[in-house]
């Protein structure tokens, strides 16, 4: 009898410490989130040359940069197709809109080395943040791991915006919000500066992944999601800080004062020259969310089906998918 | 006993299963939390300020504080001379703005008043915050000098029927009525800009050591400007306003930084924010006067959604006063006068 009250007393001594582990592991976590990273991520980080493959080829493809009316891959509502519908290269010209950085909702995706590096309490010598600088035209940034609050609503917005971050497992979970308006592609697609973002940077012996999610209901139909990565590289340089001054605004200079560049709705007539030279259905390059999905391959498979029997035989290969794309952007006004 | 045991036996595949799914649970909702990060954080301050009531004091650069709390933004210089101030605020608020102005400037009074606008949440202080200074004389009639363009003086004062639009008190002391005003106050250079827009009345106001500027009513990060043609104001002048700003405004690296503008409603800015609210407004003045050149009716241009379209959640959406209705009548409006 003795023995078995033993072994049962054992039994729930075992159960209920079981049972308190995951609290152990909450509480862990939490301080984690506090203070201590896991995980050092400090370095410098080598990002052109790994950039996600598709990304790159498309880049390559179109010659450095977004061509006018490719919003393939972004999921518009139709107020951010809009706005990227009147939107005109020659604003950039303008004084007040030289060397824009790419913002904090883009730099990671576009091309743009980094460093990270941590900041430390000079009393207390622990971490209260990491700087990120780097990438094209420097939007550097902190993240706070110090469990400070975000800015209040009154207080500016910046290309970095204000970050906060907690260590989540093996990852750096960052929150940022105070952004300014920039763009996620510089054809117009807008981001605004109601737009916030979750980043999950996560390492792998020498390489760096971010997931970043970025929330803009004003400009997006649902969240923008994307991956990108780096590699520890201690050779690696990073971009010129400074962007002055100025130059002469010479595209607008015949202008009248306060002149802004843009398209009337209707009236750009360069929206359609990315799905006809690429052969890109002209549905997909408009930037629908529905494109985004692997179910839309089914689409474009019938489109490229239909195309196939309507294309003429004798044409170049590369012309075949944009004749059928002419014809369906020809129902799009 | 036994069978007590093997059943607290069988209980523990469920204390293991527990065990492991409360850190998956907590990776699942952070998971689910992902797009969804709105309204997370409080709205706390992270920057030293200074809170006195329900007035805030936010050090903005040199001697100059944004006050928030008070109705629209205020602005505040203080420094050896004492407090200057743009504008006084909704008039139930001059009680709590006067308590926190003795908190920024204990010592040294408040010497003058710009006022920007002659709209009540404006101006609704002038009385009592005027009171409270001190400028024009010493003694039982001390006040702070209330300095404006005329146009503010001109619709304060005109009879409604019954009675001067607004109390004696509550005017203007002091008028101009060339394109600027300037003064030396606090070891800087202050020049007031008359940049009529929402009304006939508005100024700017450039404070240049600090290189800070106070927009008044011609700007503001959450609205579309509340433009009443009534009272004289035009879309080209909010546009002309904002296109000063501009080229007064000269950012620092990035087009950040640099000259700051506080806005009438909303955050504090710099000058590609101003560029951003000032490309938004041309924008749509450009779209309403192609309409118009189109001879579409103003109920044409209203039913168009793509006037407004990529703007319209942001500047004029639900819980806004001044809609986007309200905002392209009054653009129709102002380009269909023979002023325009």
């Known amino acids: ?43 410098m980080w080598n990002h052109n040359n790994l950039m996600t493959e598709e990304r790159a080829t498309l880049i390559n493809a179109v010659g450095g940069g977004a061509k006018i009316g490719d919003y393939t891959g972004f999921p518009l509502n139709e107020a951010g197709r809009q706005q990227a519908d009147s939107w005109m290269a020659a604003r ?46 420097r939007a550097d940034r902190v993240f706070w791991v110090d469990g400070r609050p975000h800015p209040p609503e009154y207080d500016r ?66 969240p923008f999601i994307r991956t990108t990565q780096a590699v520890y590289d201690p050779t690696t340089v990073l971009n010129a800080q400074e962007c002055q001054p100025f130059n002469t605004n ?33 549905e997909a390059a408009r930037g629908e969310d529905k494109t985004l999905y692997p179910e839309y391959m089914v689409e474009i498979k019938k489109w490229a089906q239909a195309h196939e029997k309507t294309a003429p035989t004798t044409n170049e290969t590369r012309e075949k998918p944009a004749t059928a794309s002419r014809q369906a952007a020809s129902a799009i006004k | 006993m036994k069978s007590r045991a093997i059943g607290l036996l069988a209980l523990l595949p469920a204390a293991l299963t527990l065990t492991m799914i409360t850190p998956l649970g907590s990776g699942i909702a952070t998971l689910r939390a992902q797009s969804g990060l709105t309204g997370q954080f409080p709205p706390t301050e992270s920057r030293e300020t200074r809170k ?29 001379q004492g407090m200057l101030l743009v504008d006084t605020g909704e008039r139930a608020a001059a009680d709590k703005l006067i308590a926190a102005l003795r908190v920024l400037s204990p010592q040294r009074p408040l010497q003058f008043i710009i006022n920007t606008e002659f709209g009540e949440d404006h101006t609704g202080g002038n009385a009592a915050v005027a009171k409270f200074g001190r400028r024009i004389t010493d003694g039982p009639n001390a006040q702070a000098v209330i300095l404006a363009h005329e146009n503010v003086l001109t619709r304060m004062s005109r009879n409604n029927g ?63 400007p509340a433009i ?12 002309e306003a904002l296109n000063e700003i501009l080229d007064l405004a000269v950012p620092a690296n990035n087009v950040e930084d640099g000259t700051i503008i506080i806005p009438s409603e909303g955050r ?50 639900a819980g806004t006063k001044w809609t986007r209705d309200k905002f392209l009548q009054a653009v129709y409006q102002s380009l269909t006068t023979k002023s325009e």
């Open chain 2, 268 to 317: 504090l800015s710099d000058e590609l924010d101003v560029a951003v609210y000032r490309d938004m407004i041309t924008i749509i003045r450009d779209r309403v006067a192609d309409a118009i050149k189109r001879k579409q009716t103003v109920q044409q241009v209203l039913a168009d959604k793509k006037m407004t379209l990529e703007y319209e959640d942001r500047y004029g959406g």
């Open chain 2, 162 to 224: 019954a009675d001067h639009e607004r109390p004696v008190v509550e005017w203007p002391t002091d008028t101009f009525f060339a394109q600027r005003k300037e003064l030396y106050f606090n070891g800087e250079a202050v020049q007031v800009y008359y940049e009529p827009g929402r009304t006939d009345g508005n100024s700017i106001v450039f404070f240049r050591k600090s290189d800070v500027i106070s927009a008044g009513a011609v700007y503001n990060t959450k609205t579309f």
């Open chain 1, 92 to 137: 950039l010209e303008l004084p007040e809109h030289q060397c824009h950085p790419h913002p904090a909702q883009y730099s990671l995706w576009g091309p743009g080395n980094f460093r990270i590096s941590n900041i430390y309490d000079p009393l207390s010598d622990r971490i209260i943040g990491m700087r990120l600088q780097g990438t094209f035209g």
């Open chain 1, 1 to 43: 009898m003795l023995n078995v009250s033993r072994h049962t007393k054992l039994l729930v001594a075992v159960l209920v410490l079981l049972c308190l582990i995951p609290l152990t592991q909450r509480k862990v976590v939490a301080q984690r989130g506090q203070q201590t990273p896991i995980l050092d991520i400090q370095g």
């Open chain 2, 228 to 239: 009443d043609v009534a009272e004289g104001g035009s879309i080209n002048g909010v546009i």
């Open chain 1, 157 to 222: 917005h910046t290309w970095g915006g204000f970050s906060t971050a907690v260590w989540d497992g093996n990852m750096l979970t960052v929150d940022t919000d105070h952004l300014k308006e920039g763009w996620f592609s510089r054809n117009g697609i807008t981001t605004s500066d109601s737009a916030t973002m979750r980043e999950h940077y996560i390492k792998h012996d020498n390489y760096l992944t971010v997931v970043f999610f970025v929330n803009d209901p004003e400009k997006l139909a649902e």
């Open chain 2, 52 to 80: 006195v009531g329900d007035i805030i004091a936010v050090p903005v650069q040199g001697n100059i504080y944004m006050l928030v709390g008070a109705g629209p933004n205020l602005t505040a210089s203080v420094g050896p």
């Open chain 1, 250 to 282: 010479v595209i607008n200079a015949d202008q009248p004062r306060g002149y802004v560049p843009h398209f009337l709705p209707g009236k750009n007539d360069q929206l359609k020259a990315f799905a006809e030279t690429f052969g890109v259905p002209i």
